[in-house]
């Protein structure tokens, strides 16, 4: 009889494949939800009202250095035109995992 018995190393490998599996699948975000959680993130609003009162001595150092950078459509921070992808992966979590 041949039993297969999962030893620890093993069970952890599978379990690090399948995070690393999950993370690679990409989410589709619909604008007006990335709209809604950009208004309630307090990080985002605090950035976009330094930018309108050119005030970005208030952000922390990774906005200033970009300031030239930045820009807004529709309360959404955007980097170069597009949507930045430190603030698109916290916007994610924040709507996978609401507090």
């Known amino acids: ?19 690393i599996g999950k993370e690679a699948v990409p989410i589709a975000i619909k604008w007006k939800d990335l709209v809604a959680k950009s208004s309630s993130c307090k990080e985002v609003q605090n950035v976009l009202e330094a930018l309108k009162s050119n005030e970005m001595q208030k952000c922390s150092r990774s906005y200033q250095v970009v300031e030239n950078e930045l820009s807004e459509i529709d309360g959404v921070l955007l980097r170069e035109g597009e949507i930045d992808d430190t603030v698109y992966e916290r916007l994610t979590l924040m709507m996978l995992w609401p507090s």
Do not use: F, G, L, P
């Open 1 to 19: 009889m041949n039993h297969k018995v999962n030893s620890i190393a093993t069970v952890a490998a599978d379990d690090y494949a399948r995070q």
